[in-house]
């Protein structure tokens, strides 16, 4: 392509919307133009960027035996009603775009696609004979995001590889789900990424069975914690660790004490003096179920920790059945207002008990549950003597003890929030430590709950009918191309990965009224692209250090200048990444870009 007849236009500034360097970079360079609130286009070169970025991901998706296809993107309610996901979709989480056609039907723009591949499963696949099955395909997402940002990294249209496999056992999944993290970390190497594959929460459905691949950069809106011997990294929503070491409780004996002003743990540890670790602190939350039941929770955790607001979503939404509802909606400390919706009584906030009463609860106000959910996180379930409320404003009791004066609840569970500098769970000698991920990948065993829900079934061979088991498999096209710019660039520019850049070469003519250097450049021009190497020429007429300061901002891996050295015979080639520059002879420089290129597609 020949700059003087491309829609080629760089900038000196960014927005002041952009602010990571990637985001701003592409904008710069002409790659992306916003439309609207989280609404991009891709411009020419950013297209050739995100189509060797689908190649890649499509090669290694075809080597597992997965097939692509293409499914609608605009999708029926009925489908979503039939999962159950479509309140929580339009209400509650409210990311899926949905409207009325004219005709007055309900229907939505595609923020995945679970129920349209469960209902093409459900009509196609009869027999374990049948299985396995992976179905892929990339094509543009949409999603309300609330706060769209950063560019692509969080648009609400934006390009996705999403693949689901149905089997006929849970082990056929897991030979896939494998055959993934496999096919992942090949894409991710390939296009040049360093990343980190990381235990990722999988919502209320458990198990081990989901997995993300980040990319580690300051920009990213993930926590990622690891240990430095590489055995370990998990998302922080699902991320365990062995907490501190419990002190001995200077209590002996069970008293209730007055305590002014001490409504936090830092001013009761430091008026009773003792460590936060002899203290349970009670956490009051409103959960709202999908049939519109309120639930208040009251969560304890050991007065040194906090608690992991998805492992208490995820146990809350195991619950649902107990309620008569699906799945749970929303989870949030009330504040004031919240509270007078069913508080029977004024409640002693910061000195609360696990065993409030339920008599707090009026449910004069609506679907109201009448009673506490009682949850308890493992570290402080395993207090002895310790300190909490007395639920009485201004009062503590110490020295307590679960059984004896204070009922341990049912529900003992992890709910603890990991942090960095904690001690791993397998290996106490590692610490945690932490890092910035952007997720560009996530693979999941969904198992059958998709296909229980809209009755995907197939017969095994023993003859019974059975739910397929699923799993699902996504790649952020679009966010892994920016990604990439922002793990990959310096103060002039992009420096793309030669795998994904738009271009391997671009040929610079310094100065145009030159016919030496155009005939030159117009000859390398023709072979390299001749030889598979995808060159541009920027035969603009402007000067030679404005060309230059567009190629390293653009990123092209390989300048190449037709200048002064042409007399002897020559050509300046400069290396985008390390900006090193070597002169070439003009009949070696197709052979030497092109070994050049080649060994780094490998
Ligand atoms: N709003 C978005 N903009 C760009 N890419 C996104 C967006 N949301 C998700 N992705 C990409 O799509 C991949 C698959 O999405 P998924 O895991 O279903 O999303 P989420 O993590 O938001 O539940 C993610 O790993 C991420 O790379
Ligand atoms: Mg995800």
Sequence with gaps: MRLSQMLFVTFKESPAEAVIPSHQLLLRAGYIRRIGSGIYSYLPLMWRVLQKVSQIVREEMNATGAQECLLPQLQPSELWKESGRWDTYTKAEGIMFAFEDRQGREVALGPTHEEVITTIAKETIRSYRQLPQHLYQIQSKFRDEIRPRFGLMRGREFIMKDGYSFH???????????????????????????????????????????????????????????????????????????PPDVEPSPFKKYEKRETPNTPTIASLAEFAKCSPTNIVKNVLYEAVYDNGLLVLVLACIRGDRDINEVKLQNKLAQLAPEFEANTILSLAVPDEAAK???????????????????????????????????????????????????????????????????????????????????RAV???????????????????????????????????????ELPLVMGCYGVGVSRLA??????????????????????HVIIVVPNISDTKAMEAAEKLYAELNQAGIETLLDNRDARAGFKFKDAD??????????????????????????????????????????????SALI
């Excluded at 989901?210 to 922080?236: C, H, P, R």
């Excluded at 710019?485 to 738009?502: L, M, N, R």
């Excluded at 007399?567 to 400069?574: D, L, N, P, S, Y």
Aim: glycine share 10%; with cysteine; proline share 4%.
């Design 168 to 242: 006929a056992n849970e082990e056929s999944l897991k030979q896939t789900y494998a055959d993934m993290d496999v096919a992942y970390r090949n894409m991710f190497r390939r296009c040049g990424l360093d990343f980190v594959a990381v235990e990722a929460d999988s919502g209320a459905i458990g198990g081990s069975g989901s997995q993300e691949f980040m990319v580690l950069a300051d920009a990213g809106e993930d926590e990622v914690l690891y240990t430095e011997d590489g055995k370990y990294a998990a998302n922080v929503e699902k991320a365990t660790s062995l």
């Design 340 to 422: 007078q919706k069913w508080a029977a009584k004024p409640l002693p906030t910061g000195y609360i008990a696990p065993n409030l009463e339920d008599d707090y609860i009026s449910t004069q106000g609506g679907s109201i549950h009448p009673k506490f959910i009682r949850i308890v996180d493992k570290t402080a379930a395993e207090l002895k003597n310790f300190v909490t409320g007395a639920n009485e404003p201004g009062y503590h009791v110490f020295g307590a003890n679960w059984g004896k004066e204070i009922e341990l609840p049912k529900l003992v569970v992890d709910l603890d929030k990991t942090v960095a500098g904690d």
């Design 426 to 464: 397998r290996d106490p000698e590692q610490i945690l430590q932490t890092a910035r991920g952007i997720e560009v990948g996530h693979i999941f065993q969904l198992g059958s709950k998709y296909s229980t829900a809209m009755g995907a079934t197939f017969t095994n061979e023993q003859g019974e």
């Design 553 to 598: 901002l653009i990123g092209i891996p390989y300048r190449v200048v037709t200048g002064r050295s042409l007399k002897a015979g020559k050509v300046e080639v400069v290396e985008r990444a390390t900006k090193q520059s070597e002169e070439i002879a003009l009949d070696e420089v197709v052979a030497t870009l092109k070994q050049r290129i080649d």
């Design 482 to 503: 920016q990604s990439a710019v922002e793990q990959s660039h310096d103060k002039d520019g992009i420096i793309w990965p030669v795998a994904i850049a738009p271009y």
